[in-house]
Each structure stands twice: as structure tokens, then as C-alpha cells.
């Protein structure tokens, strides 16, 4: 069973950078799709961004294109979310969550995926 450990977050001023990690972990996950999720107070869940392993797919959410990348490296077995240029609305709880392909940009939903890491927080001051 995949298991999924996200790291990484705290805070930082708006326009600057940060960087998560998500440990993948329990199995194979040649054939999935793993995204980055987030989550603010009172907020519904909202995908920011995945990748298919078997691949180099990418997806985004509109508000995070040209600013966040998402990125496997396989031999460590990591998911990265770098985010750069960061606004106070990027402020939340950033989730990564793996489902069993296929991967595509609308399937990016909190209710496709299964497997989900405990979270981290971002903060983003003004």
C-alpha cells in the first residue's frame, strides 16, 4: 500500500519561495497519478497540481501556473511542489494524494483520489 509524508512547509513572505516534499513510500506506484491539494479555513479542497508516474504528464490550476512546478524524483522516491512568487492566497494546508491513473487535469478532485498524505502548512504573510 502506497503511503504518502509531505514536508517542507512554514512560512514565508509574499514573493517568496518555498518548497514541499511528499515521500512516497509501502509500494509500487509506477502507474499513478499524484497531485498537490490544498486546503484554507472554511474552504472546499481544491487540486494545485499533479503528475502521472508513468509518464511526465503535468497538470495546474490556473492560479498557480507560471509560479508552482511539480516535480518526481524517482530515485528518491519524492514529490516536490516548488512555489515561487507566492501570494497571501496561496496561504493553506497543502495535501499530496495519489489515485490509480488515468491523470488528467479534470480529474484532479478530492473525491478521484484515495491515498492521502497528513498535510502541511503554508503560510503566506503580506
Known amino acids: 500500500q502506497v503511503q504518502l509524508q509531505e514536508s517542507g512547509g512554514g512560512s514565508v513572505q509574499a514573493g517568496g519561495s518555498l518548497r514541499l516534499s511528499c515521500e512516497v513510500s509501502g509500494g509500487a506506484y509506477s502507474n499513478y497519478c499524484i497531485a498537490w491539494f490544498r486546503q484554507a479555513p472554511q474552504k472546499e479542497r481544491e487540486g494545485v497540481a499533479a503528475?502521472?508516474?508513468?509518464?511526465?504528464?503535468?497538470f495546474y490550476t490556473d492560479s498557480v501556473k507560471g509560479r508552482f512546478t511539480i516535480s518526481l524524483d524517482k530515485p528518491k522516491n519524492t514529490l516536490y511542489l516548488q512555489m515561487d512568487s507566492v501570494k497571501p492566497e496561496d496561504s493553506a494546508k497543502y495535501y499530496c494524494?495519489?489515485?490509480?491513473?488515468?491523470?488528467?487535469?479534470?480529474?484532479?478532485?478530492?473525491?478521484?483520489?484515495?491515498?492521502w498524505g497528513q498535510g502541511t502548512q503554508v503560510t503566506v504573510s503580506s
Open positions: 503528475t502521472y508516474t508513468g509518464g511526465r504528464s503535468t
Open positions: 494524494a495519489a489515485k490509480i491513473q488515468p491523470c488528467t487535469a479534470v480529474g484532479v478532485r478530492e473525491e478521484n483520489f484515495g491515498v
